[in-house]
């Protein structure tokens, strides 16, 4: 178990310090994180497919400020080591590695807002060398600050994956409902949000309603034409 | 502009000194690190200071003055802004100190650019750059696209503007000091949002059909379902946008499903 383990809680801390800490190149974003983990099991289409069924929850998420949102970081190597471990799909897969996925989103966010007021505490606690202009006390803060949240992505990860995928299999074990309808719902959920997402985003954009219809229909000409 | 307003705020800005490379590459990597501090008492004030502290360096006498040490604790006060537009302060406030300018008028200056630094940069990379390249590389996904085509074109896309935005920042801020406010004005800045808006909708109109009838798999004979489950569905989050998030939405259903499904 710590070895399967390890790796994923290495990868979910530098995931999880993308967010917001250290680069913010994106590298966090499910499309890209869920691959990552999926390439890292050796099953790269399975965290790419995961990875694409959260970046459709994760477009309504607008990083912003002081605001509280969910961290897909470490939240998608969850959701992706748990689809990508049953390797042939079972029903009810998907749906299980989307549910473990956002709620370790969601306790993602809560665990951000605490680092943040962590780091509120020692900047206060060296207010004063700050107000004196110490170099070390600035490159100090910076470093704790950065160096919790790689921690904070890791055990978050660690944690989250050890819970829920046991919780998983268990479930698998007892699922009742039919493989289609099982990968409808999930795919409806997604969809949905990513629409709700789409027009939140664009709606007041003058045009963009045209943009969006000129989109769909060239989507759907494409899936006809295949 | 009356003779006093104009020797307060040359009209034409003199010439930018040099900044020499290794200087602007240390500024540069740590502006990648900016938030890394990030707090709600003196949001990313620390990170500002962090990613000014190597420009400091260059002032008379070095590290050990009590010039740096007041430079270095202005800069290091609370400060908000988009992050990556952050830039564009910490070149202007590296410019500022090294020139000399007086501390009251930094500090009125840095207070001054918070607000639009960081509107201009939530509309531009986060409610447009970021969703765009999203889906733009969703409806790659869509169109059948492997592994490493999506998530290199995704990152590939992505970080060109990211990582321009943060260059130019430095680059502007550096170039034009306290009198960077007017470079926010350019047309990217003014009308960027609104064409990347529209180029997002129409990947968003795109991608949604591709990405999602490559996701069904087995479930492709409830197509027609899915489509208006989907429709159904959009509506209710956009009416229940004001109340609750579509992701704390998508968990409830989800709960209850898995119970139906586990339990039944």
């Given at each position: 178990?710590?070895?399967?383990?390890?790796?994923?809680?290495?990868?979910?801390?530098?995931?999880?310090?993308?967010?917001?800490?250290?680069?913010q190149?994106?590298i966090?974003?499910?499309?890209?994180?869920?691959?990552?983990?999926?390439?890292?099991?050796?099953?790269?289409?399975?965290?790419?497919?995961?990875?694409?069924?959260?970046?459709?929850?994760?477009?309504?998420?607008?990083p912003?400020?002081?605001?509280?949102?969910p961290?897909?970081?470490?939240?998608?190597?969850?959701?992706?080591?748990?689809?990508?471990?049953?390797?042939?799909?079972?029903?009810?897969?998907?749906?299980?590695?989307?549910?473990?996925?956002?709620?370790?989103a969601?306790?993602?966010?809560?665990?951000?807002?605490?680092?943040r007021?962590?780091?509120?505490?020692?900047?206060?606690?060296?207010?004063?060398?700050?107000?004196?202009?110490?170099?070390?006390?600035?490159?100090?803060?910076?470093?704790?600050?950065?160096?919790?949240?790689?921690?904070?992505?890791?055990?978050?990860?660690?944690?989250?994956?050890?819970?829920?995928?046991?919780?998983?299999?268990?479930?698998l074990?007892?699922?009742s409902?039919?493989?289609?309808?099982?990968?409808?719902?999930?795919?409806?959920?997604?969809?949905?949000?990513?629409?709700?997402?789409?027009?939140k985003?664009?709606?007041?954009?003058?045009?963009?309603?045209?943009?969006?219809?000129?989109?769909?229909?060239?989507?759907?000409?494409?899936?006809?034409?295949? | 502009?009356?003779?006093?307003?104009?020797?307060?705020?040359?009209?034409?800005?003199?010439?930018?000194?040099?900044?020499p490379?290794?200087?602007?590459?240390?500024?540069?990597?740590?502006?990648?690190?900016?938030?890394?501090?990030?707090?709600?008492?003196?949001?990313?004030?620390?990170?500002?200071?962090?990613?000014?502290?190597?420009?400091?360096?260059?002032?008379?006498g070095?590290?050990?003055?009590?010039?740096?040490?007041?430079?270095?604790?202005?800069?290091?006060?609370?400060?908000?802004?988009?992050?990556?537009?952050?830039?564009?302060?910490?070149?202007?406030?590296?410019?500022?100190e090294?020139?000399?300018?007086?501390?009251?008028?930094?500090?009125?200056?840095?207070?001054?650019?918070?607000?639009?630094?960081?509107?201009?940069?939530?509309?531009?990379?986060w409610?447009?750059?970021?969703?765009?390249?999203?889906?733009?590389?969703?409806?790659?996904?869509?169109?059948g696209?492997?592994?490493?085509?999506?998530?290199?074109?995704?990152?590939?896309?992505?970080?060109?503007g990211?990582?321009?935005?943060?260059?130019?920042?430095?680059?502007?801020?550096?170039?034009?000091?306290?009198?960077?406010?007017?470079?926010?004005?350019?047309?990217?800045?003014?009308?960027?949002?609104?064409q990347?808006?529209?180029?997002?909708?129409?990947?968003a109109?795109?991608?949604?059909?591709?990405?999602?009838?490559?996701?069904?798999?087995?479930?492709?004979?409830?197509?027609?379902?899915?489509?208006?489950?989907?429709?159904?569905?959009?509506?209710?989050?956009?009416?229940?946008?004001?109340?609750?998030?579509?992701?704390?939405?998508?968990?409830?259903?989800?709960?209850?499903?898995?119970?139906?499904?586990?339990?039944?």
């Open positions: 178990m710590l070895t399967d383990l390890l790796p994923l809680a290495m990868l979910g801390g530098v995931l999880g310090l993308d967010v917001v800490s250290f680069p190149a994106m966090s974003r499910p499309l890209v994180a869920a691959t990552l983990t999926g390439v890292m099991l050796g099953q790269s289409a399975s965290g790419l497919l995961i990875g694409a069924a959260l970046e459709l929850i994760a477009l309504e998420t607008l912003i400020g002081a605001s509280r949102y961290e897909w970081g470490s939240a998608s190597v969850v959701g992706a080591a748990i689809f990508a471990t049953h390797l042939t799909h079972p029903a009810g897969a998907m749906t299980l590695a989307v549910f473990a996925a956002l709620a370790t969601w306790v993602g966010g809560w665990t951000m807002v605490q680092l007021r962590w780091n509120a505490v020692w900047a206060r606690h060296w207010r004063d060398a700050l107000e004196a202009g110490s170099r070390g006390a600035v490159t100090s803060l910076q470093l704790l600050g950065m160096t919790t949240d790689l921690v904070r992505g890791a055990l978050l990860t660690a944690a989250a994956y050890a819970a829920l995928a046991p919780i998983t299999t268990a479930c074990g007892l699922w409902t039919d493989p289609r309808v099982s990968r409808a719902v999930i795919v409806t959920i997604t969809a949905s949000i990513a629409g709700g997402a789409a027009w985003l664009f709606h007041t954009t003058h045009g963009a309603r045209w943009f969006f219809v000129g989109g769909l229909a060239l989507g759907f000409l494409i899936l006809i034409v295949r | 502009m009356t003779p006093a307003s104009a020797h307060a705020v040359p009209s034409v800005p003199a010439a930018s000194p040099e900044l490379l290794g200087t602007r590459i240390a500024i540069f990597v740590r502006l990648l690190a900016i938030q890394g501090a990030w707090n709600y008492e003196i949001m990313m004030g620390n990170g500002i200071g962090f990613c000014v502290e190597p420009a400091l360096r260059l002032l008379p070095g590290v050990h003055t009590p010039r740096f040490k007041a430079a270095l604790a202005r800069q290091s006060r609370y400060f908000n802004a988009h992050p990556y537009l952050a830039a564009v302060a910490v070149g202007a406030l590296a410019r500022a090294l020139d000399g300018e007086p501390p009251e008028r930094i500090e009125r200056f840095r207070t001054a650019l918070c607000g639009p630094l960081g509107s201009v940069g939530d509309r531009l990379v409610a447009g750059w970021l969703p765009f390249c999203s889906l733009a590389a969703l409806a790659l996904f869509g169109l696209a492997g592994t490493l085509p999506v998530v290199a074109f995704f990152l590939l896309l992505y970080n060109v990211h990582l321009g935005v943060r260059l130019w920042g430095l680059q502007t801020g550096w170039t034009h000091g306290l009198r960077v406010a007017q470079s926010l004005a350019n047309p990217v800045m003014r009308h960027g949002p609104q990347i808006g529209r180029l997002a909708a129409l990947a109109g795109m991608a949604l059909p591709l990405a999602l009838v490559r996701i069904i798999g087995s479930g492709r004979t409830l197509i027609g379902a899915v489509l208006v489950a989907v429709a159904v569905g959009a509506v209710v989050i956009v009416r229940l946008q004001a109340r609750v998030e579509g992701w704390r939405l998508a968990l409830g259903v989800l709960v209850l499903f898995i119970l139906l499904s586990v339990l039944r």
